[in-house]
């Protein structure tokens, strides 16, 4: 059986490594797994999909992000969200992504849509914290409107430095087409240019969003290990920790705290914490 919460009960096993990697690239993953593992591009790593899918669905997607500060580290090309369609990822069967997750034994296309999980490691004056955190914490309004409410603050600017006059019927059509990342990660190609141009995003984490931020999030304590999942409802808490206690044993559990946690833009999420 495959699932984020697996795949947190084998890093709680060799926690202790956190405090040893130079890098999270270096710690001891627990390969069986895992469906691919493509460091330095997205996702960094992916869960195995389970046949049957009525409890664990298997297949997320994880990214590492790594930092010497208590700053998550920057996003570069790949805007953080909660899901991703896996069509957008794997563009092609050629692609070595899916290829080792065709290796792997899963359909990858079985489930279109994957849960996101960040696993995050911030460093300060030798004390150390690790998130398993689900995309919602960063993706606290949708990509599309992310993209194109930045573009329009970059029109808003050049109309008032160049005095240029715009109908508002324009404006719209302008904004709804500037949404889609896909647009600008493309390589474009000019006549007559000796060099080829792609527009790079890269996201920066905001105070409200940084999980590490002991004066937003004091709760995340400096060297403890926590899983971070969403949480706006009961029915959500019951299912979670449903999902938690049939992958921790009861001893297992007792060596957790369990609290909400409220985000300051995006609701509440549930934290499973224990010491390094």
């Given at each position: 059986m495959y699932s984020i919460y697996h795949f947190f009960k084998s890093i709680v096993t060799?926690?202790?490594?956190?405090?040893?990697?130079?890098?999270?690239?270096?710690?001891?993953?627990?390969?069986?797994?895992?469906?691919?593992?493509?460091?330095?591009?997205?996702?960094?790593?992916?869960?195995?999909?389970?046949?049957?899918?009525?409890?664990?669905?298997?297949?997320e997607l994880i990214e590492l992000k790594d930092s010497v500060t208590y700053s998550v580290s920057s996003f570069n090309s790949t805007i953080p969200s909660k899901t991703?369609?896996?069509?957008?990822?794997?563009?092609?069967?050629?692609?070595?992504i899916y290829k080792q997750m065709e290796n792997a034994g899963n359909e990858v296309f079985s489930l279109p849509e994957r849960e996101v999980y960040y696993l995050v490691r911030g460093r300060k004056s030798g004390?150390?914290?690790?998130?398993?955190?689900?995309?919602?914490?960063?993706?606290?309004?949708?990509?599309?409107?992310?993209?194109?409410?930045?573009?329009?603050?970059?029109?808003?600017?050049?109309?008032?430095?160049?005095?240029?006059?715009?109908?508002?019927?324009?404006?719209?059509?302008?904004?709804?087409?500037?949404?889609?990342?896909?647009?600008?990660?493309?390589?474009?190609?000019?006549?007559?240019?000796?060099?080829?141009?792609?527009?790079?995003?890269?996201?920066?984490?905001k105070s409200e969003g940084n999980i590490l931020n002991s004066k937003m999030y004091p709760e995340i304590i400096d060297n403890s290990l926590n899983l971070i999942i969403q949480c706006d409802s009961n029915q959500q808490e019951i299912n979670i920790l449903k999902k938690f206690n049939l992958v921790f044993n009861k001893k297992e559990l007792n060596q957790?705290?369990?609290?909400?946690?409220?985000?300051?833009?995006?609701?509440?999420f549930l934290v499973f914490q224990l010491p390094l």
């Open positions: 060799n926690k202790e490594q956190f405090l040893k990697v130079k890098k999270l690239d270096e710690f001891q993953y627990n390969e069986t797994m895992l469906s691919c593992k493509s460091i330095g591009v997205f996702p960094d790593m992916a869960i195995k999909l389970n046949k049957d899918k009525s409890i664990f669905s298997g297949g991703k369609q896996i069509s957008k990822i794997i563009s092609s069967t050629n692609s070595s004390q150390t914290k690790i998130c398993l955190i689900s995309g919602a914490f960063f993706e606290t309004i949708n990509i599309e409107k992310l993209i194109n409410e930045s573009f329009m603050q970059v029109l808003d600017e050049s109309i008032k430095n160049s005095n240029a006059i715009i109908t508002p019927e324009v404006k719209t059509f302008l904004h709804n087409l500037f949404s889609e990342q896909e647009n600008f990660s493309k390589v474009r190609n000019v006549e007559k240019a000796s060099v080829k141009l792609r527009f790079r995003i890269m996201t920066e984490v957790f705290k369990i609290f909400k946690l409220k985000h300051h833009l995006n609701g509440f």
